[in-house]
Structures are given as structure tokens and as C-alpha cells.
């Protein structure tokens, strides 16, 4: 009898200590868990680059009668302005830069601005050109901004609604 109790007994030990042991590990996981990332650590993790603009509806962007009329903004958009680098810091300012081919030679390749969220509300402006932007961030993770900007009017007063996918 003194045998089995012995074994039992050792049994209940081992039981023990592994159980406690995966409780410990549990524990010092949780603790080591980094707090979930906010939109404001999202945007400021690195630089962004457009991928994408489109209409709810189709609109004259590119200002040229010859072309139709499109959904696609980015087809309309400068080839200049398509590789241009959006940078949020932390501090509620940024910096909008046209890298690679340069729209307007003569002017600044740099554009400061400044930016505000509430909730997944965001407001940009850009005080050196008098312009103001607001939308709705409808997506944003490590490597995707997706933002809905307010209703705007196309030359032909088209109200529209445009929504802008960066990529970083």
C-alpha cells in the first residue's frame, strides 16, 4: 500500500508542478502582451503611399474634356502626383512629399500639414496651400490606410465622395 501511495503521491507532485508551471506561463504572457496598437500608432508607423483613389461616381478629376469621365481617380491623377509620400508624426503634424517625378520643378517638393483625429475621424490641412481635408478612416492596420474623405463637386458639379487607399 505504502508503494502505491508513494506513486500516487508523486504523481499528484508532477500534476501539481505542471499545472502551476502552465499557470506561471500564462500569466508572464498575458503580462508580456503589448497593448493593441491605436489609429494614431498606425499612422505614424511609417511613411504612406497612395495605391488607390476612386469615386462613388464618375467624375471629371483630370479637368480634361477629352478624357471620360471616371470612378477611378488615381487613372486621372498626374502621373507626378501618384508616387508622392504621406508622413504622419506623432506630434499632429506631417509632411506630404512629391518624390520621384516632380510635378512642379519650381515649387517646394514638400508640403507640411498638420492633423487631427477623433475617433476614426481625421481632419488634414494644409495651411501653405489654404486647404483643408476631412474624412473617415474606414480601415487602417500595419500596411493598409483606407480613408472616405467628405463629399466634394467635380468640374461639371458632380457631388461626389472619394475614398483613398495608402499603402506603406
Excluded at 82 to 108: H, M, R, W
Aim: proline residues 5%; aromatic residues 10%; contains cysteine.
Amino acid at each position: 500500500f505504502s508503494a502505491t501511495f508513494d506513486a500516487f503521491s508523486n504523481q499528484k507532485i508532477i500534476l501539481s508542478i505542471a499545472i502551476l508551471a502552465t499557470f506561471f506561463t500564462a500569466w508572464k504572457n498575458k503580462q508580456d502582451d503589448p497593448a493593441p496598437k491605436t489609429t494614431t500608432d498606425y499612422l505614424t508607423a511609417h511613411s504612406w503611399k497612395t495605391s488607390d483613389m476612386v469615386s462613388n461616381v464618375d467624375i471629371d478629376y483630370d479637368k480634361n474634356p477629352n478624357t471620360p469621365d471616371s470612378k477611378d481617380i488615381r487613372a486621372q491623377s498626374k502621373d507626378c502626383a501618384k508616387d508622392d509620400i504621406i508622413v504622419f508624426l506623432p506630434n499632429g503634424t506631417g509632411v506630404s512629399t512629391d518624390a520621384g517625378l516632380v510635378c512642379y520643378p519650381d515649387d517646394p517638393n514638400t508640403t507640411p500639414f498638420t492633423w487631427t483625429l477623433n475617433g476614426n475621424k481625421i481632419v488634414l490641412t494644409f495651411n501653405q496651400i489654404s486647404y483643408t481635408s476631412e474624412g473617415t478612416i474606414v480601415y487602417i492596420d500595419d500596411n493598409t490606410l483606407k480613408i472616405t474623405f467628405s463629399p466634394d463637386i467635380d468640374n461639371n458639379g458632380v457631388i461626389y465622395s472619394e475614398t483613398d487607399t495608402l499603402i506603406k
